[in-house]
């Protein structure tokens, strides 16, 4: 049964940082493309990063240069560093395997996701 348990959130103030993890198991983590998605109030689910199984990254330009994410295959968990918060970046945050068929799709079931918000 795929689990994904994202963690880490919590109330920043504007210019602060935060660091989600996401706890994956049920799957073979190292073999999956990983990407983070964000759903603001009254919006569409938008992916905001996704790394390769091989450890290549890649952003939305609306987090570019602020966010990195990363993987540890060794603890199948999944991390975003957000630096330089915005109060735009105000959304819970999950995580889910991905495939990339002409446009990125997530893959399974949807976690309980972290909840971010950045003050101004």
């Known amino acids: 049964q795929v689990q994904l348990v994202e963690s880490g959130g919590g109330l920043v103030q504007a210019g602060g940082s935060l660091r989600l993890s996401c706890a994956a198991s049920?799957?073979?983590?190292?073999?999956?493309?990983m990407g983070w998605y964000r759903q603001a109030p009254g919006k569409q689910r938008e992916l905001v990063a996704h790394?390769?199984?091989?450890?290549?990254?890649n952003y939305a330009d609306s987090v570019k240069g602020r966010f990195t994410i990363s993987r540890d295959d060794a603890k199948n968990t999944l991390y975003l560093q957000m630096n330089s918060l915005k109060p735009e970046d105000t959304a819970v945050y999950y995580c889910?395997?991905?495939?990339?068929?002409?446009?990125?799709?997530?893959?399974?079931?949807w976690g309980q996701g972290t909840q971010v918000t950045v003050s101004s």
């Open positions: 790394i390769t199984s091989g450890g290549n990254p």
């Open positions: 889910n395997a991905v495939r990339q068929l002409g446009w990125i799709v997530a893959l399974f079931n």
């Open positions: 049920g799957f073979a983590f190292s073999t999956y493309a």
